[in-house]
T-cell receptor
Framework: SQKIEQNSEALNIQEGKTATLTCNYTNYSPAYLQWYRQDPGRGPVFLLLIRENEKEKRKERLKVTFDTTLKQSLFHITASQPADSATYLCALSGGTSYGKLTFGQGTILTVHP | GAVVSQHPSRVICKSGTSVKIECRSLDFQATTMFWYRQFPKQSLMLMATSNEGSKATYEQGVEKDKFLINHASLTLSTLTVTSAHPEDSSFYIC?????????????FGPGTRLTVL
């Protein structure tokens, strides 16, 4: 069966460091991979989308890589700030016409001042 | 940016009653809306996909007679939890997408916390 794993349930880092989150998947051939941020008691907020033929995508302090051979995506936040503390979710889409998303379980990131 | 609202944000009901949750796209027309459920410390699980004017497509294991979805207009979808039981207590989140392409961004609502006593 399809499986998406975000390796760390929780990640704690110091302010100013780079946070790296991992998303691995099996039995899946996604066309797109997306990263979302979710704050407690709120819905997810879209951050970045990367296509299967793209290796890397950047947006301000965020960087996402997508390795379809390793079946893995890495999500980096550089110069992290306490305001970056949240749960980060990766989501895969198989590229069907309705673009259903399958979410990982999330990584809780805490950035300490 | 695109905004999706949900109402109510919290609801507490007695076992056996029905609860309706509304999802609205405020500044765009949503061709497709999705309904998710999220249990504590777990990820979002897709319940159903709804397209305006047609019947919803439910995911495996989701009872369509229990979770009634109506997508009557391009800006409104409703989820009705019928004969709610304590095990239906969860965080229900909708998302809306303007287009039909997989790369079109899904915009999520703030969620509705349902507690069934």
């Amino acid at each position: 069966s399809q499986k998406i794993e975000q390796n760390s349930e929780a990640l704690n880092i110091q302010e100013g460091k780079t946070a790296t989150l991992t998303c691995n998947y099996t039995n899946y051939s996604p066309a797109y991979l997306q990263w979302y941020r979710q704050d407690p008691g709120r819905g997810p907020v879209f951050l970045l989308l990367i296509r299967e033929n793209e290796k890397e995508k950047r947006k301000e302090r965020l960087k996402v890589t997508f390795d379809t051979t390793l079946k893995q995506s890495l999500f980096h936040i550089t110069a992290s700030q306490p305001a970056d503390s949240a749960t980060y979710l990766c989501a895969l889409s198989g590229g069907t016409s309705y673009g259903k998303l399958t979410f990982g379980q999330g990584t809780i990131l805490t950035v300490h001042p | 940016g695109a905004v999706v609202s949900q109402h109510p944000s919290r609801v507490i009901c007695k076992s056996g009653t029905s609860v309706k949750i509304e999802c609205r796209s405020l500044d765009f027309q949503a061709t497709t809306m999705f309904w998710y459920r999220q249990f504590p410390k777990q990820s979002l699980m897709l319940m159903a996909t709804s397209n305006e004017g047609s019947k919803a497509t439910y995911e495996q294991g989701v009872e369509k007679d229990k979770f009634l979805i109506n997508h009557a207009s391009l800006t409104l979808s409703t989820l009705t939890v019928t004969s709610a039981h304590p095990e239906d207590s969860s965080f229900y989140i909708c998302s809306a997408r303007e287009g039909t392409s997989s790369t079109d961004t899904q915009y999520f609502g703030p969620g509705t916390r349902l507690t069934v006593l």
